[in-house]
């Protein structure tokens, strides 16, 4: 599929290129007024380009100043103008919990993108990124059950700081995680849009799995029975999370488990009683 950049902000046409590339889209820049190649799904340019050169092609994206200067903004604009829309009717975020924590993004049933990482905080900001730059007119996170203290944290974390109009569901996740790389390439494909390229292992594979799946709605902080292992881990969490600035205390960490506190909560109230000591 190709895609015609038409702008001459050669930052933009670089970020662009490189970012739809990777998604399988061929690119060519042109000069805003000039044809398109016949087989080019989509025109995009510059609010300021099409307004100095009255441009109107049939089939063309906008980005405002604000959209220039961020690319996830820029592509899911982008992606929208693909499939003709201004907004996308449901926005569905998977999370498979546990070690490696897996996450996937589904907009109107195909998936956009994906994580896999260990960090907590960063499966946790690239959700509320996902939430901000993919306008929809329903959208719910989808957790699943298992992954003991790390499904709780992410789970409560989640729940103190997504928008009040996005759903939380615990997802029932038996069967949801390939027990073969070939199955669990065989399942993503089958929800990637006809000529993208979006790359996930097997826990993104579950996520998107969780994502497809009804669950039950939560409105209050969960808790779970927690071992010295694993508060020692919460606390180690603490540190990761304040980029090293303070470890919260043991009864910080059990608070924490029990969902009477957020990570974000525990750390703050440990840098007072540090600040007053």
Known sequence: MLISLATMDFRLCHLLREKLSQKGFSIEQLQPGDPPSKDSILIVTTEEESNQKNLTYSNMVVLSKVETLNLDKAYSKIMLGIEGK?????????????????????????????????????????????????????????????????QIL???????????????????????????????????????KEGMKIHGGKDATAAMQIAFRLGESVKEPETCETSDG?????????????????????????????????????ISIQKSENKQS
């Open 86 to 150: 201004k907004i996308w009717e449901s926005l569905i975020i998977g999370v498979d919990p546990g070690l490696t924590i897996g996450v996937a993004v589904i907009t109107d049933g195909c998936l956009q993108s994906t994580l896999e990482t260990r960090n907590i905080k960063e499966a946790v900001n690239f959700i509320l990124l996902t939430l901000k730059n993919l306008p929809a007119k329903m959208a719910i996170i989808r957790i699943g059950s298992t992954g003991g203290y790390r």
């Open 154 to 192: 992410i789970l409560n974390e989640l729940l103190n700081v997504k928008p009040e109009h996005v759903d939380l569901e615990v997802v029932d996740e038996l069967h949801t995680t390939p027990e073969r790389g070939q199955e669990a390439n065989e399942i993503f494909l089958e929800s990637v």
């Open 230 to 266: 694993e508060l020692k881990e919460i606390q180690v969490l603490s540190r990761q999370y304040s980029r090293g600035d303070v470890t919260i205390s043991r009864e910080l960490a059990i608070k924490v488990a029990s969902g009477r506190l957020t990570l974000e909560e525990a």
